[in-house]
């Protein structure tokens, strides 16, 4: 079986596109033994049929107006462990690239890889790389038939979003003419197929499956919020319930004007249920869906996600080694690199706490004014006391997560021309952009 499939449908008009593409991946692979380059084209014939010669593999195709047809006809004549969802109008731009993609950090193989394509980037995958299982598991997850689009859609909304691994450091380029504005109703007729119920339910239930089989899956989380009376703004909510979680997990609201004794409410809650962690997320904090299961898979007894001040100059709020009456040192941006880094404390509007921690700790938890007389400071107090226990806290520096803020727009004229301030009524001023 080789490592990947690379599927390439193009048209019979195209025999340029083709041949440059492949010319480019034999010019960046760093071993081309390794890949099966499967082209299928669409052709006179009545049925399809299926020429082999190493690791080339030639389809044809009957004609079809559906890309997706010749997307599904690529994967069935495909062997690879791995599926690349490519097209004629790509190149590679990084050498090697084959030698980046890390296979063997997800062992079930149950991962989508994408790559920087300076159109979507981090956001959206146009050309997918996922698993040989997944096709195994619903055979028919590329049956429906796409004119344009929805083809990458489908892996992508099949994949829950902790197992999209973004791969900045591969880049890829268009070189693709735009589609016109007489392709509308293309593009209409594959939206209405797309969200067709029955479709929608095969990527759910893909989705499902592959949350399933990660060890994660059985992780009992008590999501705590941590607010007032409502939260800071109503679409708080809409993310909160948008949030990917295990099955055993629950909800917890606690109102209230202290914060250190709802956040000791939570805690109190999560031992009466036996949560196997919580998740403090206060009630000003937008989370990605898929930010739990990136926290639950560092398997830490603390882990936070990068949250920034919301006041300018947004710092991120992240603390490293305690140092006497002046407190934890601050950390910058100018400080932080990528991935999994272990600090000294942080806030507490995003974290994952393993619920064996307060066993550890003394009751009440968090307190209020303990730390600073003249703060809050529940959580430095809660980060100090847990330091001294041996217990370590780390910043997961991939999961980022949005922090709501208040904030004074104003068009200001000035010699420049017109450009637009802002004011989030800190001590250090506002910040000024100028206008297009």
Same mark, same amino acid.
């Given at each position: ?11 019979? $008009? ?6 440059? *593409?492949?010319?480019? %991946?034999?010019?960046? *692979?760093?071993d081309i033994s390794k890949i099966e380059f499967v082209v299928c084209l669409d052709n006179v014939i009545n049925e399809v049929n299926i ?25 069935? #004549? ?5 599926? %690349?969802? #490519? ?15 890390? @296979?063997?950090? @997800?062992?079930?193989?149950? &991962? ?44 992508? =909304? ?8 973004? %791969? ?24 209405r197929t797309y969200w067709q119920g029955n479709l929608v339910g095969i990527r759910n239930k893909v989705r499902h499956w592959i949350t ?5 899956? $059985?992780? $009992?989380?008590? *999501? ?12 708080? @909510? ?13 909800? *917890?609201? &606690? ?43 560092? =398997? ?14 947004? #710092? ?16 910058? !941006? ?12 942080? /806030? %507490? ?18 307190? !209020?004014?303990? !730390? ?26 991939? +999961?980022?997560? /949005? ?21 989030? $009524?800190?001590?250090?001023? +506002? ?6």
């Open positions: 079986m080789y490592q990947l499939s690379i599927l390439l449908p193009s048209g019979p $008009n195209n025999s340029e596109k083709l041949a440059r *593409i492949l010319t480019n %991946l034999k010019e960046t *692979i760093s020429e082999r010669n190493g690791n080339v593999v030639y389809v044809f195709a009957p004609p079809s107006q559906h890309r997706s047809t010749f997307f599904l006809e690529a994967w069935k #004549a495909s062997t690879g462990r791995f599926v %690349l969802m #490519a097209n004629d109008d790509i190149i590679f731009k990084t050498k090697n690239w084959d030698t980046l993609i890390p @296979y063997d950090k @997800y062992p079930d193989d149950l &991962v989508l890889f994408y790559f920087k394509d300076n159109q979507f980037n981090e956001s959206f995958s146009c050309h997918p790389i996922w698993s040989r299982k997944v096709m195994e598991f619903e055979p028919t997850l590329l049956d429906p038939l796409y004119y344009i689009t929805k083809c990458d859609n489908t892996i992508w =909304d099949s994949h829950p979003g902790h197992r999209r691994h973004y %791969l900045p450091e591969i880049e890829i380029e268009h070189i693709q003419t735009p589609y016109g504005p007489e392709w509308a109703p293309y593009y209409e007729m594959d939206n399933a089989q990660t060890e994660l899956y $059985n992780a $009992n989380v008590l *999501i705590g919020v941590v607010t007032a009376e409502y939260a800071r703004r109503a679409d708080f @909510y809409d993310h909160l319930n948008a949030m990917e979680r295990p099955k055993n997990s629950m909800n *917890i609201s &606690v109102h209230g004007q202290s914060i250190a004794n709802n956040r000791n409410k939570v805690v109190d809650n999560a031992l009466v249920y036996g949560s196997s962690h919580v998740l403090f997320l206060d009630d000003d904090v937008i989370p990605k869906p898929e930010l739990l299961y990136s926290l639950l898979k560092h =398997d830490k007894d603390i882990v936070c996600a990068l949250q920034c001040h919301r006041n300018f100059p947004h #710092a991120p709020i992240l603390f490293g080694e305690y140092v006497g009456k002046e407190g934890f040192r601050k950390l910058n !941006f100018s400080n932080l690199t990528d991935g999994l880094v272990r600090v000294g404390a942080a /806030g %507490l509007g995003c974290v994952l706490i393993k619920t064996d921690v307060f066993k550890k700790m003394e009751a009440p938890w968090f307190r !209020f004014g303990e !730390f600073r007389k003249d703060q809050m400071a529940e959580d430095t107090g809660f980060f100090k006391r847990a330091g001294e226990l041996g217990i370590e806290v780390y910043c997961d520096l991939g +999961s980022q997560v /949005g922090h709501i803020a208040s904030m004074i727009v104003r068009p200001i004229k000035k010699h420049i021309g017109w450009i637009v301030d802002y004011d989030t $009524n800190s001590q250090q001023g +506002s910040v000024s952009f100028k206008g297009l």
